[in-house]
Structure formats: structure tokens, C-alpha cells
């Protein structure tokens, strides 16, 4: 009986097509399911977060070559006319899409060195904040201020990132610029005593208020002030303060 089934199917050419068509896809689909597993548990190994994109790559890879195989013995197509016409409507994507190829590498040098991770404070550019989220394109932080920045990954692989410590997470930086003029010894005394007294209720008593000298600018010499806090949710509060202790000083040029 099966020989019989056998022999009708290998003289009849639809059956013969029929039949390539199934095993090609049994054997991609066994293909792709062991593939997939096996990206999934490298991923997770890694500790490299939304990894179903790769996985997601690697099927539709995997059923693009399963569907090469069947073209021409099951469809009668050739495969390079195919793979050329593909070759140019993919040339056109990919120019429309280079934005969205670069930032999904650089997500995932992003992921794999772990660069950053959520919960870190870091600042790029003249942004600064806490990760609050990584994905393949973007990642996302939110200020002090609770303004939430999405950042393209392109964007962190090319400018200079800064990763905070928690004690430099948790410290406000004011800029100030002095008159020239001014005594910079009396001016440093009133500074660290009226900051000292305007964030008394937020800044850490064990660590020292800094003041930073940065020379001369466009307005006078330019200092910063660096005032560690018990907590970085006092940012906001502390740095009103300081705007508000030092706004009315003589020895201010201008803010």
C-alpha cells in the first residue's frame, strides 16, 4: 500500500512539488524553533534585555531561505531573479530605514557591554537623569524636574556619556559668576555660609560644599557650586534655594 502511495506520488508532478514544499517547510520550521531557543537562552545568559528581535531576525531569515529553496522546483521561478529584484526595493528600504539600523546596533552594543543599565544616572549633553528605560532604538531618562528625555541610541554611541556616581547623582551644580572686582576671599565665605544655611534641610552634613573655580568668562570669574544632598529627590527644592540665597549678592555680576 505505501509503495503504491509512493509510486503515484514520485509520477505525478504536482505531488512531487506538494511534497518538497512540506518537508522544505518541516525542516525550516524545526530549524527556526531550534535556532530561536538557542538565541533566546544566549540572550538571557547575557542578561541583555527584548532580545525577541533577533530572534524574530533569525525566523524570518530562516523561512526567506526555506522559501529560495522551493522556488524554482515548486513555483518554477529563479531564485537570483528573485534575490536581484529583492536587491534593489531592498537598497531603497534600507535608505529610508539607516536612522532606525543605526540606533538598533548601537542598542545592542548598548545591551551587550552594558554600558548602562536602567536605574543608572547619567548625562549626555545638556541632558541629565535616571534610565528609566533601554530598548533597541532609544532609551529613555527622566530628570530631576520629572521631564522625560527619549534619546536615540546613535546619539549615545557619539557623544560623550556620562555614567554619575550616587554621590554625584545626588549633588545640585550651580554656576556663578563674580564681578571681577569682588573680594574672591569674602566673596567664597558669604557663598558657602548663605548655601550652607539656604539648603540645611536638604544637603548632607557629612560632605563639604565645593566650590569649583572655572577662570574667567564673558562676565566675570565663573565658579561653581557643588552641594551634596541626602537624597537626588531634593535636587529641584535645593537648587531654588541656592538661586534664591545668591540672586541679591553684590559680588554677583549677573545670572
Not at 66 to 75: G, I, S, T
Not at 84 to 106: D, P
Not at 202 to 216: A, F, K, N, S, V
Request: proline content about 4%; glycine content about 6%.
Amino acid at each position: 500500500m505505501l509503495n503504491n502511495v509512493i509510486t503515484i506520488v514520485m509520477e505525478n508532478e504536482l505531488a512531487r512539488k506538494i511534497l518538497f514544499l512540506v518537508v522544505v517547510a518541516i525542516g525550516a520550521y524545526v530549524v527556526q524553533k531550534v535556532a530561536c531557543k538557542a538565541i533566546k537562552h544566549l540572550f538571557e545568559k547575557g542578561n541583555v534585555p527584548q532580545g525577541s528581535i533577533f530572534v524574530n531576525l533569525t525566523r524570518t531569515l530562516i523561512w526567506f531561505f526555506a522559501l529560495l529553496m522551493v522556488l524554482e522546483p515548486v513555483f518554477g521561478v529563479k531564485p537570483t531573479a528573485f534575490v536581484a529584484a529583492l536587491g534593489v526595493t531592498s537598497i531603497a528600504i534600507s535608505f529610508g530605514l539607516q536612522n532606525t539600523i543605526s540606533n538598533v546596533i548601537s542598542g545592542l552594543g548598548l545591551m551587550l557591554a552594558h554600558v548602562i543599565e536602567v536605574g543608572d544616572w547619567i548625562e549626555v549633553g545638556s541632558y541629565q537623569g535616571v534610565v528609566t528605560d533601554i530598548t533597541w532604538r532609544s532609551t529613555t531618562i527622566k530628570s530631576l524636574i520629572g521631564d522625560v528625555i527619549v534619546i536615540p541610541n546613535s546619539v549615545l554611541n557619539t557623544t560623550t556619556l556620562r555614567k554619575m556616581s550616587p554621590l554625584s547623582a545626588r549633588a545640585v551644580t550651580i554656576p556663578l559668576d563674580i564681578h571681577p572686582e569682588a573680594d574672591m576671599v569674602e566673596v567664597e565665605r558669604d557663598i558657602r555660609a548663605s548655601v550652607e544655611a539656604a539648603t540645611a534641610e536638604w544637603r548632607d552634613p557629612d560632605l563639604p560644599i565645593d566650590l569649583i573655580e572655572q577662570g574667567y568668562g564673558s562676565f566675570g570669574f565663573r565658579m561653581d557650586v557643588r552641594v551634596p544632598l541626602r537624597s537626588m529627590e531634593y535636587g529641584l527644592l535645593a537648587r531654588s534655594a541656592i538661586v534664591a540665597a545668591c540672586s541679591q549678592r553684590s559680588w554677583l555680576a549677573r545670572w
